[in-house]
């Protein structure tokens, strides 16, 4: 089965930029979503489709997504970005199956 | 609003048998796949299952397959899990979420969620 692969956790100084990878085979080639969780809560949807955001996701959030490396970017980072960043692809090549990254836990210093 | 609550969780002994429920509102419930993603405790996101909007086509985890079983009711707008054989293993939060489908590539990704129900496998 498809894997995705995280770094375990991102710090940031407010006001810095943050990068988020997700590694994958060929990600490139496959539509990356990514999703927000803070504690107690249920995950947001912050970008589809590589690099589009749902409305009322702040433009601060970005997506790109090539080769084998898809990354989110958050900038000019807030205290109120600190939460736990999940990428997710949809495995189509074998059965049809949901896929998510382990997560990443971005700390605001 | 799109509003999706979930309910059915509980404890259960191994080997058990649970149905979790979640009623969906605030959209046009039987236009949309919906899926169900379980976190267990401390630990990441985990897709479970989804189902397409008539309800003909089911997908699984292969973590899940042959134990549980995905349905829903258009007519009542609730999507349904049904879990048997259960184990420790399968003891996290369980989310109900809507399903939008890339049109391109057929795969689906998760643009609202519910806030979840707990089952908890344990003797």
């Known amino acids: 089965s498809y894997v995705l692969t995280q770094p375990p956790s991102v710090s940031v100084a407010p006001g810095k930029t943050a990068r988020i990878t997700c590694g994958g085979n060929n990600i490139g080639s496959k539509n990356v979503h990514w999703y927000q969780q803070k504690p107690g809560q249920a995950p947001v949807l912050v970008i589809y489709h590589d690099s589009d955001r749902p409305s009322g996701i702040p433009e601060r959030f970005s997506g790109s997504n090539s080769g084998n490396t898809a990354t989110l970017t958050i900038s000019r980072v807030e205290a109120g970005d600190e939460a736990d960043y999940y990428c997710?692809?949809?495995?189509?090549?074998?059965?049809?199956?949901?896929?998510f990254g382990a997560g990443t836990q971005v700390t605001v210093l | 609003e799109v509003q999706l609550v979930e309910s059915g969780g509980g404890l259960v002994q191994p080997g058990g048998s649970l149905r979790l429920s979640c009623a969906a509102s605030g959209f046009t419930f039987n236009n949309y796949a919906m899926a169900w993603v379980r976190q267990a405790p401390g630990k990441g996101l985990e897709w479970v299952s989804a189902i397409t909007a008539s309800g003909g086509i089911t997908y699984y985890a292969d973590s899940v397959k042959g134990r549980f079983t995905i349905s829903r009711d258009n007519s009542k707008n609730t999507l349904f899990l049904q879990m048997n054989s259960l184990r420790a293993e399968d003891t996290a939060l369980y989310f109900c979420?809507?399903?939008?489908?890339?049109?391109?590539?057929?795969?689906?990704?998760?643009?609202?969620w519910g806030q979840g129900t707990l089952v908890t496998v344990s003797s």
């Open positions: 997710q692809v949809w495995d189509s090549n074998s059965a049809h199956q949901g896929v």
């Open positions: 979420s809507k399903c939008r489908v890339l049109v391109a590539s057929g795969g689906y990704y998760f643009d609202f």
